[in-house]
């Protein structure tokens, strides 16, 4: 996963962006998937050889400077890791990585609390698709996370739960996603 410094780019400019990654990067053997657009970040999905990441990361300087890199991977996390992780990537707009992260923790729950930390990562999950232009599909990802939330407790960890199905009710009768903090 890399981050560029966003500096010019909005969602809507997802598919432009991994067009022109794409382009920029089509002498290379590399694999440039998608595109999520934050405010600070633009996030591409890719595959490369380690050996020719900083090539990549030169080719692709016109969209951006690196912000960062990640190599992720499906691992296992302590689940208290997972969350405090999970909550830090939801608060940063790395949304996708906030999906991993509270994956990891949904492996280690049963019932009720497992349905609890899938409705976590379905909003995460609306937001990625926000950050990929995908509005509808965000949107019915919220009826979704709302269901899985259903009538959990008021508190996960420090998760203001009730807060978060508040806003998520919000924004499906605005018909918009906006940020917030878990």
Known sequence: MLHLKNEKFSPENSREVVYKSRDLASNMDVSIRVCRIARKFVELDVSVDPDELDELIEKLAPIGPLHNIRHVIVEEVEKEQGIKDGIFYFNNERFWESHESFEGVWKQCFGREKELVQGIILLAVAFAHVQKDDLTI?????????????????????????????????????????????
């Open 138 to 182: 965000a949107i019915g990802m919220l009826s979704r996370s709302l269901e899985k939330l259903g009538t959990s407790p008021s508190t996960y960890h420090s998760i203001d739960i009730d807060r978060m199905r508040t806003k998520a009710v919000e924004m499906q009768q605005a018909n918009q996603l906006t940020l917030f903090e878990i």
